[in-house]
């Protein structure tokens, strides 16, 4: 997983910052006609991917690869690693990518049909290969059940679509630092940065859905989202606790999953006169806002937040 997150920043940089260029059309949930066919914005789009995904097999085999042990095609059973968070992650990745390239095929006049055909399968296709170069080294091993969260996390986006022609859920992912991390003598991360790739304990993931889709009320703005979140805590290892760490011995501590209620933001659905702003708020769709939240856990029951992010 910590592969994964380190791609996708990369690839969600490239993704966001062509998608920026384009008009309000692109990242808007709000269905639309058909756009006109541009054959120069289609070749951009086509040629944005397409170097990416060259990327992403460049930077696996010259560089995350390079010093690792090279083994015959191999299998790896993880679905029960850190109770499911970096699962999770992988639907994310692939949901992230899916929607942002359907977004730019439709912002290139390209049809719905093929713009759900090219660009909303685009995290499977960009995240398979490298579940399956993972099979050929030695501590990896091929995961179908990130294949299958890869799945749901594109499915997501082209379901949506068919569905109800637009995002009315979006998948959102947030950050805290962990006390564990404290803790872990450096096992979690001693960076910020280091800390988002290495502790799970830090990542909530929220579906975050219109409160007016749930309850139907004119008052009820439509940026105003309720948002369900699914973390977990006290994990310093992958299927079960280390002891140690650097010969610093790691406290004994329960794992355990949350489960969260709170309030949040669609920023695609705020619009403003100004352009930029506009632009903003649109590629801002991943991005949950803090806000008060109750928590259910299978610790110790109920907590609850004054701000949680």
Request: no cysteine.
């Given at each position: 997983?910590?592969?994964?997150?380190?791609?996708?920043?990369?690839?969600?940089?490239?993704?966001?910052?062509?998608?920026?260029?384009?008009?309000?059309?692109?990242?808007?949930?709000?269905?639309?006609?058909?756009?006109?066919?541009h054959k120069g914005r289609?070749?951009?789009?086509?040629?944005?991917?397409?170097?990416?995904?060259?990327?992403?097999?460049?930077?696996?085999?010259?560089?995350?690869?390079?010093?690792?042990?090279?083994?015959?095609?191999?299998?790896?059973?993880?679905?029960?690693?850190?109770?499911?968070?970096?699962?999770?992650?992988?639907?994310?990745?692939?949901?992230?990518?899916?929607?942002?390239?359907?977004?730019?095929?439709?912002?290139?006049?390209?049809?719905?049909?093929?713009?759900?055909?090219?660009?909303?399968?685009?995290?499977?296709?960009?995240?398979?290969?490298?579940?399956?170069?993972?099979?050929?080294?030695?501590?990896?091993?091929?995961?179908?059940?990130?294949?299958?969260?890869?799945?749901?996390?594109?499915?997501?986006?082209?379901?949506?679509?068919?569905?109800?022609?637009?995002?009315?859920?979006?998948?959102?992912?947030?950050?805290?630092?962990?006390?564990?991390?404290?803790?872990?003598?450096?096992?979690?991360?001693?960076?910020?940065?280091g800390q988002i790739l290495?502790?799970?304990?830090?990542?909530?993931?929220?579906?975050?859905?219109?409160?007016?889709?749930?309850?139907?009320?004119?008052?009820?703005?439509?940026?105003?989202?309720?948002?369900?979140?699914?973390?977990?805590?006290?994990?310093?290892?992958?299927?079960?606790?280390?002891?140690?760490?650097?010969?610093?011995?790691?406290?004994?501590?329960?794992?355990?999953?949350?489960?969260?209620?709170?309030?949040?933001?669609?920023?695609?659905?705020?619009?403003?006169?100004?352009?930029?702003?506009?632009?903003?708020?649109?590629?801002?769709?991943?991005?949950?806002?803090?806000?008060?939240?109750?928590?259910?856990n299978t610790k110790n029951?109920?907590?609850?937040?004054?701000?949680?992010?």
């Amino acid at each position: 997983m910590n592969k994964l997150i380190s791609l996708l920043l990369a690839l969600l940089t490239g993704l966001i910052g062509f998608a920026q260029t384009a008009t309000d059309s692109l990242t808007t949930s709000q269905p639309a006609p058909t756009p006109t066919f541009h054959k120069g914005r289609f070749a951009a789009v086509v040629a944005t991917e397409a170097a990416l995904y060259a990327g992403t097999m460049s930077y696996l085999n010259f560089i995350w690869y390079k010093d690792e042990k090279r083994v015959p095609f191999e299998f790896y059973a993880d679905g029960k690693g850190y109770l499911q968070v970096d699962k999770f992650g992988h639907a994310y990745g692939a949901y992230l990518e899916s929607y942002v390239g359907y977004k730019a095929l439709r912002w290139s006049g390209a049809s719905k049909k093929k713009a759900l055909l090219y660009g909303g399968t685009l995290g499977f296709l960009l995240q398979s290969p490298i579940e399956i170069v993972d099979g050929f080294y030695e501590g990896w091993g091929f995961s179908w059940s990130d294949m299958a969260a890869n799945a749901v996390g594109s499915g997501m986006v082209i379901g949506q679509e068919l569905l109800f022609d637009e995002q009315i859920m979006k998948y959102k992912f947030s950050f805290r630092r962990s006390p564990y991390s404290k803790q872990a003598n450096g096992y979690l991360g001693t960076t910020f940065a280091g800390q988002i790739l290495q502790d799970y304990n830090a990542h909530t993931y929220w579906f975050s859905i219109g409160l007016n889709r749930i309850i139907r009320s004119e008052r009820i703005p439509d940026w105003l989202n309720v948002a369900v979140g699914y973390g977990a805590n006290g994990m310093f290892g992958e299927f079960e606790n280390i002891k140690k760490w650097g010969n610093v011995v790691i406290p004994p501590t329960q794992r355990y999953r949350q489960f969260l209620f709170s309030l949040d933001i669609d920023w695609t659905k705020i619009k403003t006169k100004n352009r930029f702003l506009n632009q903003v708020f649109q590629s801002m769709f991943m991005i949950k806002l803090p806000f008060p939240t109750l928590e259910i856990n299978t610790k110790n029951g109920f907590r609850l937040y004054g701000i949680y992010y």
